[in-house]
């Protein structure tokens, strides 16, 4: 069923969900919402299952008319949404009739938006059971491409679940603000980095480049001290060129040992850079609410602190899906 048609895409719109894994031997990377906490809570909020796509937009948003009743939550990136030239808040589900006109603006708090629709999300293509879009790849989500000015998006009944829908503006507070620090653990190659080149990179205030986007997230600020590793015959004659091994998301790369890149949802699914360290999976998606410019710190943890935090940041969703399922009237 047609229930959206798009008036203006804003800087950069395309659908996206959890990403795929199968593809990674096809050199297809695993993609996905980019803060992929912002993507889950929308699902919460609407009721929709794990999986169903929602509209992902980048630091400005654009302008959507209604052409059937739907309902529609708005989470991550606050970008000053109104309905019909009125202000609706985040992470609460909004009943929308025919003819309303949705729209999102300039980020004024965070980077990556995300519009879900209740009961299913949005039609698009799905490439090895997801339909988030490969923009480089040019498959998945709507054709393959961002989208544009006249675009008709279609709800996706197969998928629509009859869970409740719940509003959870306090929670978002807490899981869509853009960190003041990047959680990492250290490797997979420490030996290119000293004790002091940690210490350092562990000091050092660090900034967002203009230059990132959903491959990698640029980072500029003083790169650590590299060791003079041995070079084989199997390596470039780079400072912190390695054997090619498979790109980890989150992976900290120091590129030709002076540029720091965080490796995004889009990275390519293999390099031949030393990387200092991996973002822990919770801050992979807090990272995309850094936008350009954005100023933070890098912290060490252990790996045992990386799955407290994680089963922390579970736990908040799961809360919500827990409220959720209890608000469901009784048969």
């Known amino acids: ?43 919460l909020v609407l009721g929709n299952p794990p ?16 052409i059937a009743p739907v309902t529609v939550a708005l989470t991550g990136a606050d970008m000053a949404a109104t309905v019909n030239g009125t202000g609706v808040p985040l992470a609460t589900p909004l009943q929308l009739k025919r003819g309303d006109v949705l729209e999102t603006g300039v980020a004024r708090h965070g980077c990556f938006g995300y519009l879900g629709i209740a009961g299913g999300g949005i039609v698009g293509d799905r490439i090895f059971g997801s339909a988030s879009t490969y923009l480089d790849g040019q498959l998945g989500g709507h054709h393959g491409r961002r989208l544009r000015a006249g675009d008709i998006l279609s709800l996706n009944a197969e998928r629509a679940a009859r869970a409740p829908m719940v509003a959870a503006p306090e929670e978002h507070a807490f899981v869509c603000s853009p960190p003041s620090q ?4 250290r490797g997979p190659q420490p030996e290119y980095f000293d004790d002091s080149a940690f210490e350092a990179f562990t000091t050092d205030s660090y900034r967002v480049s203009p230059r990132s986007n959903r491959v990698g997230y640029r980072i500029e600020g003083t790169s650590p001290a590299v060791l003079p590793v041995p070079r084989t015959p199997d390596t470039g004659s780079g400072p912190t060129d390695i054997v090619e091994e498979g790109n980890p998301v989150g992976g900290i790369q120091v590129a030709g040992g002076k540029e720091i890149i965080c490796l995004g949802r889009d990275c390519g699914t293999s390099g031949a850079y030393a990387k200092i360290g991996c973002l822990i999976g919770v801050d992979v998606s807090r990272m995309a609410q850094l936008g350009p410019g954005s100023n933070f710190r890098f912290t060490e943890v252990s790996v045992g602190q990386a799955r407290s935090i994680r089963a ?20």
């Open 1 to 43: 069923m047609d229930v959206m048609l798009v008036l203006a895409p804003g800087l950069s719109s395309t659908l996206q969900d959890h990403g795929r894994r199968a593809g990674l031997a096809s050199g297809i990377p695993p993609g996905g919402a980019a803060d992929d906490l912002a993507y889950s809570l929308s699902c």
């Open 51 to 66: 999986g169903a796509a929602a509209i992902e937009q980048v630091l400005k948003g654009g302008r959507y008319q209604i």
């Open 182 to 185: 990047l959680r990492f653990t």
């Open 312 to 331: 922390e940041w579970i736990a908040i969703l799961h809360a919500v899906g827990q409220r959720r399922e209890g608000s469901r009237p009784p048969a």
